[in-house]
């Protein structure tokens, strides 16, 4: 897509743009269909699949482990809740610095 800024006076609440289709527009199919779908994206399914279930393991394991550390260590509630809140908060961190 192509964007023109046409401005038909100084003010900016006059500025319109338009856009125009081109040629180069690709549908995902027609994209799909150009790159192909190979080994490379099948292992690439697998690998982000496999990623996503540890991460789900993640968030349940933490709901075993927190009681029996209470039990083991002797926490207070707030403690064991503290354990849960600093995986989370590690979480939220590393999601805006890495992306």
Known sequence: ME???RQTSGTEEDERVEFTIS???YTVEDAIEACGFGWFQIKLSVVAGLIWVVDAMEVMVLSIL???ARCDYGLKPFEESLITTVVFGGMFLGAGLWG
């Open 23 to 25: 040629d180069n527009v």
């Open 66 to 68: 927190a009681p029996e």
């Open 3 to 5: 964007a023109r800024l």
